[in-house]
């Protein structure tokens, strides 16, 4: 099985189960997993089995649709209840990337929406019926155009890239980070696609290594030449350098541009900034969120300390009884940001 052939998240409409690459296996191992309960859906989310803004988005959206296609509620009012509570529980896995709450309030739309175009011509069940339809049709649409819209990221990054390039990115806004492609992976897909010799520099990542374990296994899969580099050693690449532009991913960006991502990156566009390398945020347009002022209204995800002293190692590596600090994400300031690329085209931070 080739990574790069399998969508990372998909609706097996047979089965009525939402499929997934276990994402914590990889890259050892490519395992499918199928859920069709909210509580295994939940901890897929909370653990990392799907994670990426982007695919966590469409994952919530194609769950609520799988659960409410199995609910066995008889009464349009407990067919209602049922769903609000099991899309407030999904909202609250994970509270950075917006995408989650942005997906879940798109299907409460549908439901709200479709009860209130038909009138009483329906009964309960033949109403349950309709939305059910709704949310399958919203679920599927919200996959194809997260395709769509990583496809265009690609078009529009690629062309800020030229033959020779060396190209660093941090964490995992990958192919396995949203359906296909990725977002600041696709310019990198697209660039190669194109024939451009390019070499990309990946991030490891600390704590969760989604750059050696993720981003330098689906590149690598896909043929593109490939680096892993502990994070800390980004700046030096950008001193030698071997470094002409920056992609990262993100969770979510305030109205002003701050940008929350994945750990470590505001120090990258702190050191990017420093030795003049242009540095991009790759960001659907669902990910920009209006209603967030600035970077300090963002959410922060604080994890699991043993995720710093202890995963990844046959024994502890720190000692018991200290403090751990685990932030899962940090805000890069928008002054540091180059231009996003969107699925709207490259815009500057007060563009957006
Ligand atoms: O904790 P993760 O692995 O979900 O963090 C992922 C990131 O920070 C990505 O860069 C971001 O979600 C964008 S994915 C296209």
């Known amino acids: 099985m080739n990574i790069s052939e399998i969508d990372t998240v998909a609706l097996n409409e047979e089965k009525c189960v939402v499929d997934i690459i276990d994402q914590t296996l990889l890259p050892n191992e490519i395992k499918i997993i199928s859920l069709s309960e909210k509580g295994p859906m939940f901890d897929a989310i909370k653990l990392l089995q799907v994670r990426g803004a982007p695919a966590i988005g469409v994952f919530a959206a194609m769950a609520m649709y799988v659960l409410a296609e199995r609910s066995s509620e008889q009464t349009l009012a407990g067919f209602n209840s049922e769903f609000a509570s099991n899309r407030e529980y999904l909202n609250s896995s994970r509270p950075t990337a917006v995408n989650l709450s942005w997906a879940l309030k798109k299907m409460q739309n549908v439901v709200d929406t479709t009860e209130n175009s038909f009138d009483a011509e329906y009964n309960d069940s033949e109403m349950i019926k309709k939305v059910v339809e ?6 599927v649409k919200i996959r194809d155009d997260d395709i769509d819209t990583c496809r265009k990221i690609g ?20 192919k396995l980070a949203t359906v296909r492609y990725g977002t600041a992976t696709a310019p990198m897909y697209l660039a190669y696609e194109k024939g451009l010799d390019i ?14 374990r993720l ?38 960006v305030a109205a002003n541009g701050d940008t929350a991502n994945k750990i470590g990156t505001s120090l990258l566009a702190i050191a990017a900034k420093y030795y003049g390398v242009p540095f991009y945020v790759c960001a659907p347009y669902s990910t920009i969120d ?5 970077g300090a209204d963002i959410p922060i995800e ?51």
């Open 134 to 139: 709704a949310l399958h049709d919203e679920a």
């Open 155 to 174: 078009e529009y990054g690629a062309s800020l890239i030229h033959d020779g390039d060396g190209i660093l990115t941090h964490c995992n806004a990958g």
């Open 199 to 212: 070499k990309v520099y990946c991030d490891e990542t600390r704590p969760l290594l989604q750059g050696a």
């Open 215 to 252: 981003t330098s296994f689906e590149l690598s899969a896909a043929g593109i030449d490939t680096t892993l580099n502990c994070d800390n050693m980004s700046s030096s690449l950008m001193k030698a350098g071997k470094i002409n532009i920056i992609f990262v991913g993100c969770d979510r």
């Open 290 to 294: 209006k209603a967030t002022a600035t």
């Open 302 to 352: 604080m994890r699991d300390p043993d995720e710093v002293a202890e995963m990844w190692y046959e024994k502890r590596m720190a000692p018991t009884g200290i403090h751990i600090y685990n932030p899962a994400f940090d805000v890069t300031d928008h002054k540091l940001i180059t231009g996003f690329v969107t699925e709207r085209g490259i815009l500057r931070p007060d563009e957006l």
